[in-house]
């Protein structure tokens, strides 16, 4: 986890939400030398995947412009992390997660973390549980393709999940600098170990916490920490760290969801419809 998510919201919403200044330009720079000119905005994204370009919240201050303070901004990146020392892209399919206990000491993800922090607005995210038969198979080494049933986890309260994110750039040198696809502008996901006490609100059957589901969970910032994870001035790894603390218990719900989200192709809001109960049958 995180390997897919929901994100509904239309961008004038996460702008109320996060007090954004600047709007979803196209992304075609480094140094902060992404255009200015809103470009069409996306339809809502039911069924998000690695390498799919996803809106991020960030601080950074606008090229060229008299003031050089930070300005709240929303952009489009893509989801995949490709570090500015790659010889190519073709590593950030891999790299959608970042783990928090590692994110300040791995050469991926280690510059980023200490300048490059973003928000990654979704409605929640899915998860897989497998089927009991499936999982005996598993533990047994006998292959099989297990059978897994999905279930969608988002705030009790319906508010937005605001995943801690990373953000980076990656020239691609085969191109001129005034190519569209000079520059790649690509992010991740952190996670940290899922919550182990009771859910806010549980399905009737099933999991009763984060953990019966997953032993990872993006990290879920609230609203009381978005300024000081944006904050570019904030370099200093170990203070950095005290950022990556989980957030309160019990915020969070989870139900079961078709299985039809597990087809990258299916993309629409009956993705997020709530089951009365799951369609395979699972561990519990």
């Not at 059978?147 to 937005?160: C, E, I, M, N, T």
């Amino acid at each position: 986890m995180c390997g897919r998510y929901a994100a509904s919201r239309r961008p004038e919403d996460l702008a109320g939400i996060f007090d954004i200044e600047l709007g979803v330009p196209p992304a075609r720079a480094e140094s902060g030398a992404w255009g200015e000119e809103p470009e069409e905005s996306p339809a809502p994204d039911y069924n998000v995947a690695p390498t799919k370009e996803v809106y991020a919240v960030l601080d950074r201050p606008v090229k060229d412009a008299d003031d050089p303070r930070p300005v709240r901004q929303l952009r489009r990146l893509r989801w995949g992390l490709v570090p500015s020392w790659a010889k190519s892209p073709e590593g950030g399919a891999r790299m959608i997660n970042a783990r928090a206990e590692t994110v300040h000491e791995k050469p991926s993800y280690r510059r980023a973390f200490a300048a490059r922090r973003c928000i990654l607005p979704a409605d929640g995210y899915y998860e897989w549980v497998t089927g009991k038969d499936e999982r005996d198979l598993e533990v047994e080494g006998r292959r099989k393709r297990p059978r897994k049933q999905p279930y969608f986890v988002l705030p009790a309260d319906g508010s937005v999940f605001a995943m801690a994110g990373l953000y980076e750039f990656w020239r691609d040198r085969t191109l001129p600098d005034d190519h569209p696809r000079a520059w790649w502008v690509t992010c991740s996901v952190i996670t940290t170990e899922a919550e182990t006490t009771p859910l806010a609100v549980a399905p009737a059957e099933g999991p009763r916490t984060l953990a019966d589901i997953h032993p990872r969970m993006p990290l879920m910032l609230t609203p009381d920490r978005w300024d000081a994870w944006l904050d570019p001035s904030r370099t200093d790894p170990d203070d950095l760290r005290s950022l990556l603390d989980p957030p309160p218990p019990g915020l969070m719900r989870a139900y079961p969801v078709s299985t039809a989200v597990s087809n990258v192709r299916n993309n629409g809001p009956e993705l997020l419809k709530e089951l009365a109960g799951p369609e395979e049958g699972t561990l519990f």
